[in-house]
């Protein structure tokens, strides 16, 4: 299995690729539009992202450690 990851890491390295990418080959910042969802299916999304991140915590898989969290494809046994 795979080890786990910093997430703030992870981010800044994402972060390094892109910015050293020549501006013609990076994606336009395009935001969709504010309509692109009713407010039922932005609620909806919002309570699946909300229980899906808490039953991460609670199997261990996500951890909360000073300064972030910590992502772990092993749950993490406390």
Same mark, same amino acid.
């Given at each position: 299995?795979?080890?786990?990851?910093?997430?703030n890491d992870a981010l800044n390295?994402?972060?390094?690729?892109?910015? &050293?990418?020549?501006?013609?080959?990076?994606?336009?910042r395009k935001y969709r539009p504010?309509?692109?969802?009713?407010?039922?299916e932005a609620r909806a999304l919002?309570?699946?992202? *909300?229980?899906?991140?808490? &039953?991460?915590?609670?199997?261990? *898989?996500?951890? &909360?450690?000073?300064?972030?969290?910590?992502?772990?494809?092993?749950?993490?046994?406390?």
């Amino acid at each position: 299995m795979r080890d786990s990851i910093d997430l703030n890491d992870a981010l800044n390295r994402t972060k390094n690729l892109y910015v &050293k990418l020549p501006r013609a080959a990076r994606p336009a910042r395009k935001y969709r539009p504010i309509s692109s969802r009713t407010p039922e299916e932005a609620r909806a999304l919002a309570r699946a992202v *909300y229980y899906s991140l808490k &039953k991460a915590e609670e199997t261990g *898989y996500i951890v &909360k450690v000073p300064g972030g969290y910590k992502m772990s494809w092993n749950p993490e046994k406390e």
